[in-house]
T-cell receptor, first 114, second 114 residues
Framework: DSGVTQTPKHLITATGQRVTLRCSPRSGDLSVYWYQQSLDQGLQFLIQ???????AKGNILERFSAQQFPDLHSELNLSSLELGDSALYFC?????????????FGPGTRLTVL | GNSVTQMEGPVTLSEEAFLTINCTYTATGYPSLFWYVQYPGEGLQLLLKATKADDKGSNKGFEATYRKETTSFHLEKGSVQVSDSAVYFC?????????????FGKGTKLTVNP
């Protein structure tokens, strides 16, 4: 158990809908990262937050947005969902902004868009 | 750009066989390198890491050496067990401009038969 929690574990929804994925980092970790794992694209970095501020963006679609709250939990919002958004979404956390520790991954949220 | 190439498999071995999973990378500078493992139905777990050239990471009988001259970080284990069946991901850490992200290979599925 990494100490990173993600809810829900599974999510099934329809095209065009909007969903919110939630992540609670390990106690004391200030950085939160979101990754998408899909069959065709593999594991891809989406976005990093550090202590409430966005720090880096990867291959994140404009329909997707994220935020990190004062209690350091993070939410990933996915809107106007398409079939291709079906994937496993991982959250990871680390204590620092960069480079001094590894990233600890949560168990993931499996999103299925029908 | 920054990328990781690893043998995609699947790899099927008998118990006690020798394992090698090849990983090469392209990156500017001197990234840290990681192997993560994903057991069925679970999130990613850090298996081992190396932060500079010639470092050897090791854990649970697995080893990998950071080879700058060949830009490689091959994963090896002398004698695999059924419990090692999982998907293995090679990754590099990119740190820039006050942010960081992991870039992953596509993963190698390992099945160990008794």
């Amino acid at each position: 158990d990494s100490g990173v929690t993600q809810t829900p574990k599974h999510l099934i929804t329809a095209t065009g809908q909007r969903v919110t994925l939630r992540c609670s980092p390990r106690s004391g970790d200030l950085s939160v990262y979101w990754y998408q794992q899909s069959l065709d694209q593999g594991l891809q970095f989406l976005i990093q937050y550090y202590n409430g501020e966005e720090r880096a963006k990867g291959n994140i679609l404009e329909r997707f947005s994220a935020q990190q709250f004062p209690d350091l939990h993070s939410e990933l919002n996915l809107s106007s969902l398409e079939l291709g958004d079906s994937a496993l979404y991982f959250c990871a956390s680390s204590p620092y902004l960069t480079g001094r520790d590894t990233q600890y991954f949560g168990p993931g949220t499996r999103l299925t868009v029908l | 750009g920054n990328s990781v190439t690893q043998m995609e498999g699947p790899v099927t071995l008998s118990e006690e066989a020798f394992l090698t999973i090849n990983c090469t990378y392209t990156a500017t500078g001197y990234p840290s390198l990681f192997w993560y493992v994903q057991y069925p139905g679970e999130g990613l777990q850090l298996l081992l890491k190396a932060t500079k050239a010639d470092d050897k990471g090791s854990n649970k009988g697995f080893e990998a050496t950071y080879r700058k001259e060949t830009t490689s970080f091959h994963l090896e284990k002398g004698s695999v067990q059924v419990s090692d069946s999982a998907v293995y991901f090679c990754a590099l850490r990119i740190t820039q401009g006050g942010s960081e992200k992991l870039v992953f290979g596509k993963g190698t599925k390992l099945t160990v038969n008794p």
